[in-house]
């Protein structure tokens, strides 16, 4: 597969070391290539997992957040783009779409819904630690980025800082 194919994909994500991508395909398949490399396999690099919608990297890129349809967020371990193990997919309590994810750390995953919740996850033990029920006023967070220690949740009209702490 040419390089520039790997491209035309519609959702992604980039590792923050800046040397692995995740693209979601047309079928919602997630497909890994490092960045330098002139092509890759498909078949090699395909994740099997159900349909994704967004992909989120951790700040270590050892991890890929992948939210599906259904509400809910798998996560794979990635040791390199080629080895790739799927980890047990996080409870969710509502079927609401997420909206958006960010990692805050390594071990803290932050999920936006489309609902307006915003809910805080610990990756280590697979559990929800808090939630904010609607930091935009009802309004979907459509981006979350994080700053130092806190997130910073934009929607169409409002933004805000949430402040997650240790």
């Given amino acids: 597969m040419a390089a520039g ?3 035309e994909n519609r959702l992604g994500a980039l ?3 800046g040397l692995t991508v995740a693209v979601l ?7 890994l290539g490092c960045l330098g490399e002139s092509s890759f396999d498909t078949a090699s690099s395909a994740i099997e997992i159900p349909p994704a919608q967004l992909l989120a990297f951790s700040p270590d890129a050892e991890c890929l957040a992948c939210a599906h349809e259904d509400g809910s967020v798998s996560t794979v371990c ?3 783009a080629r080895q790739v193990c799927l980890a047990q997919a996080l409870p969710h309590t509502n079927a609401t779409q ?19 919740e915003v809910e805080v996850w610990d990756m280590v ?17 459509k981006l979350l980025h994080r700053m130092g220690d806190n997130m910073v949740c934009v929607g169409e009209t409002r933004a805000c800082i949430l402040q997650i702490g240790n």
């Fill in 5 to 7: 194919a790997f491209c």
């Fill in 15 to 17: 590792s923050p070391d």
């Fill in 25 to 31: 395909n047309a079928n919602g398949s997630v497909l």
């Fill in 78 to 80: 990635v040791s390199d």
């Fill in 98 to 116: 997420v909206s958006a994810m960010a990692y805050r750390d390594t071990e803290t995953l932050v999920i936006a819904r489309a609902s307006g």
């Fill in 125 to 141: 033990r697979l559990q929800r630690l808090f939630e904010f029920p609607a930091p935009l006023e009802n309004e979907a967070c």
